[in-house]
T-cell receptor, first 109, second 115 residues
Framework: DAKTTQPNSMESNEEEPVHLPCNHS???????IHWYRQLPSQGPEYVIH???SNVNNRMASLAIAEDRKSSTLILHRATLRDAAVYYC??????????FGTGTRLTVIP | SAVISQKPSRDICQRGTSLTIQCQVD?????MFWYRQQPGQSLTLIAT?????????ESGFVIDKFPISRPNLTFSTLTVSNMSPEDSSIYLC????????????FGPGTRLLVL
Protein backbone atom coordinates (compact mmCIF):
# COMPACT_ATOMS: atom_id res chain seq x y z
CA ASP A 1 0.00 0.00 0.00
CA ALA A 2 1.21 3.50 -0.86
CA LYS A 3 2.55 5.61 2.00
CA THR A 4 1.04 8.80 3.38
CA THR A 5 2.76 11.56 5.34
CA GLN A 6 0.97 13.68 7.92
CA PRO A 7 2.12 16.14 10.56
CA ASN A 8 2.32 14.54 13.99
CA SER A 9 0.16 17.16 15.64
CA MET A 10 -1.87 20.30 15.01
CA GLU A 11 -3.79 22.77 17.13
CA SER A 12 -6.90 24.73 16.37
CA ASN A 13 -9.09 27.16 18.21
CA GLU A 14 -12.66 26.16 18.81
CA GLU A 15 -15.15 27.42 16.22
CA GLU A 16 -12.40 27.98 13.63
CA PRO A 17 -11.78 25.95 10.46
CA VAL A 18 -9.08 23.28 10.49
CA HIS A 19 -7.09 22.11 7.49
CA LEU A 20 -5.37 18.77 7.99
CA PRO A 21 -2.83 18.02 5.25
CA CYS A 22 -1.73 14.68 3.85
CA ASN A 23 0.95 13.94 1.29
CA HIS A 24 0.75 10.82 -0.84
CA SER A 25 3.18 11.34 -3.70
CA UNK A 26 3.26 7.61 -4.65
CA UNK A 27 -0.50 7.27 -5.00
CA UNK A 28 -1.65 4.99 -7.81
CA UNK A 29 -4.55 5.58 -10.16
CA UNK A 30 -6.81 3.15 -8.32
CA UNK A 31 -6.10 4.37 -4.78
CA UNK A 32 -8.91 6.10 -2.96
CA ILE A 33 -8.01 8.62 -0.27
CA HIS A 34 -9.70 7.74 3.00
CA TRP A 35 -9.81 9.65 6.27
CA TYR A 36 -10.61 8.12 9.61
CA ARG A 37 -10.40 9.61 13.06
CA GLN A 38 -10.01 8.07 16.48
CA LEU A 39 -11.49 9.88 19.43
CA PRO A 40 -9.98 9.17 22.85
CA SER A 41 -10.79 5.69 24.14
CA GLN A 42 -12.83 4.79 21.04
CA GLY A 43 -12.37 2.78 17.88
CA PRO A 44 -11.62 4.67 14.66
CA GLU A 45 -14.56 6.15 12.77
CA TYR A 46 -14.90 6.81 9.07
CA VAL A 47 -14.84 10.47 8.10
CA ILE A 48 -14.75 10.76 4.33
CA HIS A 49 -13.15 9.38 1.18
CA UNK A 50 -12.61 10.43 -2.41
CA UNK A 51 -10.83 9.58 -5.63
CA UNK A 52 -10.31 12.72 -7.72
CA SER A 53 -13.01 15.28 -7.06
CA ASN A 54 -13.48 17.23 -3.87
CA VAL A 55 -16.02 15.64 -1.54
CA ASN A 56 -18.32 17.01 1.12
CA ASN A 57 -20.35 15.28 3.80
CA ARG A 58 -21.90 16.23 7.08
CA MET A 59 -18.65 15.73 8.96
CA ALA A 60 -16.03 17.33 6.74
CA SER A 61 -14.79 18.24 3.28
CA LEU A 62 -11.98 16.60 1.38
CA ALA A 63 -9.94 18.68 -1.04
CA ILE A 64 -7.82 16.64 -3.44
CA ALA A 65 -4.97 18.19 -5.40
CA GLU A 66 -5.22 18.03 -9.15
CA ASP A 67 -2.22 15.68 -9.38
CA ARG A 68 -3.64 13.65 -6.43
CA LYS A 69 -0.31 13.73 -4.64
CA SER A 70 -1.77 15.52 -1.67
CA SER A 71 -5.10 16.12 -0.01
CA THR A 72 -6.56 18.18 2.80
CA LEU A 73 -9.28 17.29 5.26
CA ILE A 74 -11.27 20.36 6.20
CA LEU A 75 -13.29 20.67 9.37
CA HIS A 76 -15.32 23.81 8.86
CA ARG A 77 -15.83 24.69 12.53
CA ALA A 78 -13.76 22.79 15.03
CA THR A 79 -15.46 21.75 18.22
CA LEU A 80 -13.98 20.18 21.32
CA ARG A 81 -15.49 16.91 20.19
CA ASP A 82 -13.28 17.00 17.09
CA ALA A 83 -10.14 16.49 19.18
CA ALA A 84 -8.84 13.16 17.87
CA VAL A 85 -6.12 11.47 15.88
CA TYR A 86 -6.86 11.82 12.17
CA TYR A 87 -5.57 9.17 9.78
CA CYS A 88 -5.12 9.64 6.05
CA UNK A 89 -5.09 6.23 4.31
CA UNK A 90 -4.76 5.15 0.70
CA UNK A 91 -6.91 2.17 -0.17
CA UNK A 92 -7.76 0.17 -3.25
CA UNK A 93 -10.95 -1.84 -3.28
CA UNK A 94 -12.29 -3.82 -0.38
CA UNK A 95 -8.98 -4.64 1.17
CA UNK A 96 -7.93 -3.76 4.66
CA UNK A 97 -6.73 -0.44 6.03
CA UNK A 98 -3.12 0.28 6.87
CA PHE A 99 -2.94 2.96 9.54
CA GLY A 100 0.01 5.33 9.76
CA THR A 101 0.76 7.48 12.77
CA GLY A 102 -1.85 10.14 11.94
CA THR A 103 -2.21 13.75 13.09
CA ARG A 104 -3.25 14.44 16.67
CA LEU A 105 -5.61 17.42 16.59
CA THR A 106 -5.95 19.50 19.74
CA VAL A 107 -8.86 21.93 19.90
CA ILE A 108 -8.35 24.87 22.19
CA PRO A 109 -11.45 26.28 23.85
CA SER B 1 -23.38 1.95 8.86
CA ALA B 2 -23.16 -0.91 11.34
CA VAL B 3 -23.43 -1.33 15.07
CA ILE B 4 -20.58 -3.42 16.39
CA SER B 5 -20.20 -4.66 19.92
CA GLN B 6 -17.27 -6.35 21.58
CA LYS B 7 -17.04 -8.43 24.71
CA PRO B 8 -15.39 -8.03 27.09
CA SER B 9 -14.79 -4.30 27.00
CA ARG B 10 -11.73 -4.72 29.17
CA ASP B 11 -9.96 -7.44 31.13
CA ILE B 12 -6.96 -8.03 33.31
CA CYS B 13 -5.35 -11.43 32.80
CA GLN B 14 -2.46 -13.41 34.17
CA ARG B 15 0.42 -14.38 31.93
CA GLY B 16 0.15 -17.81 30.40
CA THR B 17 -3.63 -17.72 30.19
CA SER B 18 -5.84 -17.15 27.13
CA LEU B 19 -8.65 -14.71 26.46
CA THR B 20 -11.34 -14.92 23.80
CA ILE B 21 -12.77 -11.66 22.51
CA GLN B 22 -16.15 -11.63 20.81
CA CYS B 23 -17.29 -9.32 18.03
CA GLN B 24 -20.97 -9.05 17.09
CA VAL B 25 -22.38 -7.04 14.16
CA ASP B 26 -26.01 -6.05 13.71
CA UNK B 27 -26.06 -7.03 10.02
CA UNK B 28 -24.55 -9.68 7.80
CA UNK B 29 -21.14 -8.70 6.48
CA UNK B 30 -18.64 -10.48 4.31
CA UNK B 31 -15.42 -8.94 5.53
CA MET B 32 -14.40 -8.67 9.17
CA PHE B 33 -11.00 -7.65 10.46
CA TRP B 34 -9.10 -7.80 13.74
CA TYR B 35 -6.64 -5.07 14.72
CA ARG B 36 -4.29 -4.51 17.62
CA GLN B 37 -3.42 -1.11 19.05
CA GLN B 38 -0.51 -1.18 21.44
CA PRO B 39 -0.23 1.60 24.03
CA GLY B 40 0.39 4.95 22.37
CA GLN B 41 0.62 3.37 18.93
CA SER B 42 -1.43 3.25 15.76
CA LEU B 43 -3.52 0.28 14.67
CA THR B 44 -1.96 -2.85 13.19
CA LEU B 45 -3.98 -5.42 11.29
CA ILE B 46 -3.80 -8.91 12.78
CA ALA B 47 -5.95 -10.84 10.34
CA THR B 48 -8.97 -10.91 8.07
CA UNK B 49 -11.70 -13.21 9.37
CA UNK B 50 -13.27 -15.17 6.51
CA UNK B 51 -16.62 -16.87 6.94
CA UNK B 52 -16.37 -20.56 6.21
CA UNK B 53 -12.60 -20.65 5.85
CA UNK B 54 -9.44 -19.99 7.78
CA UNK B 55 -8.47 -16.45 8.66
CA UNK B 56 -5.80 -14.68 6.63
CA UNK B 57 -3.00 -13.47 8.90
CA GLU B 58 -0.67 -10.53 8.39
CA SER B 59 3.08 -10.83 8.68
CA GLY B 60 4.11 -11.22 12.29
CA PHE B 61 0.86 -12.81 13.44
CA VAL B 62 0.24 -16.56 13.57
CA ILE B 63 -2.80 -18.73 14.06
CA ASP B 64 -1.40 -20.52 17.10
CA LYS B 65 -1.11 -17.24 18.97
CA PHE B 66 -4.25 -15.54 17.64
CA PRO B 67 -6.78 -18.19 16.59
CA ILE B 68 -9.86 -16.69 14.96
CA SER B 69 -13.31 -18.11 14.42
CA ARG B 70 -15.96 -16.83 12.01
CA PRO B 71 -18.95 -19.15 12.35
CA ASN B 72 -21.40 -16.87 10.53
CA LEU B 73 -21.75 -13.49 8.83
CA THR B 74 -22.47 -11.53 12.03
CA PHE B 75 -19.98 -12.91 14.53
CA SER B 76 -16.28 -13.53 15.05
CA THR B 77 -13.94 -14.31 17.91
CA LEU B 78 -10.26 -13.62 18.44
CA THR B 79 -8.34 -15.57 21.06
CA VAL B 80 -5.11 -14.24 22.50
CA SER B 81 -3.28 -17.38 23.60
CA ASN B 82 -0.58 -17.96 26.19
CA MET B 83 -0.54 -14.28 27.03
CA SER B 84 2.46 -12.25 28.09
CA PRO B 85 2.66 -8.60 29.21
CA GLU B 86 3.62 -7.67 25.63
CA ASP B 87 0.10 -8.64 24.57
CA SER B 88 -1.33 -5.77 26.61
CA SER B 89 -3.16 -3.77 23.96
CA ILE B 90 -6.53 -2.70 22.67
CA TYR B 91 -8.00 -5.25 20.30
CA LEU B 92 -10.53 -3.98 17.78
CA CYS B 93 -12.74 -5.67 15.24
CA UNK B 94 -14.07 -3.96 12.15
CA UNK B 95 -16.35 -4.71 9.23
CA UNK B 96 -16.30 -3.52 5.64
CA UNK B 97 -19.48 -2.01 4.21
CA UNK B 98 -20.51 0.07 1.26
CA UNK B 99 -21.24 -0.56 -2.37
CA UNK B 100 -17.71 -1.87 -2.86
CA UNK B 101 -17.07 -2.68 0.81
CA UNK B 102 -14.85 0.37 0.80
CA UNK B 103 -15.69 1.73 4.26
CA UNK B 104 -14.80 0.14 7.57
CA UNK B 105 -16.71 0.45 10.80
CA PHE B 106 -14.98 -0.35 14.06
CA GLY B 107 -16.08 -1.79 17.33
CA PRO B 108 -15.32 0.00 20.61
CA GLY B 109 -12.33 -2.22 21.32
CA THR B 110 -11.30 -4.60 24.10
CA ARG B 111 -8.69 -3.20 26.45
CA LEU B 112 -6.45 -6.03 27.67
CA LEU B 113 -3.88 -5.83 30.44
CA VAL B 114 -1.65 -8.83 31.05
CA LEU B 115 0.16 -9.02 34.36
Amino acid sequence: DAKTTQPNSMESNEEEPVHLPCNHSTISGTDYIHWYRQLPSQGPEYVIHGLTSNVNNRMASLAIAEDRKSSTLILHRATLRDAAVYYCILKTGANNLFFGTGTRLTVIP
Amino acid sequence: SAVISQKPSRDICQRGTSLTIQCQVDSQVTMMFWYRQQPGQSLTLIATANQGSEATYESGFVIDKFPISRPNLTFSTLTVSNMSPEDSSIYLCSVALGTYEETQYFGPGTRLLVL
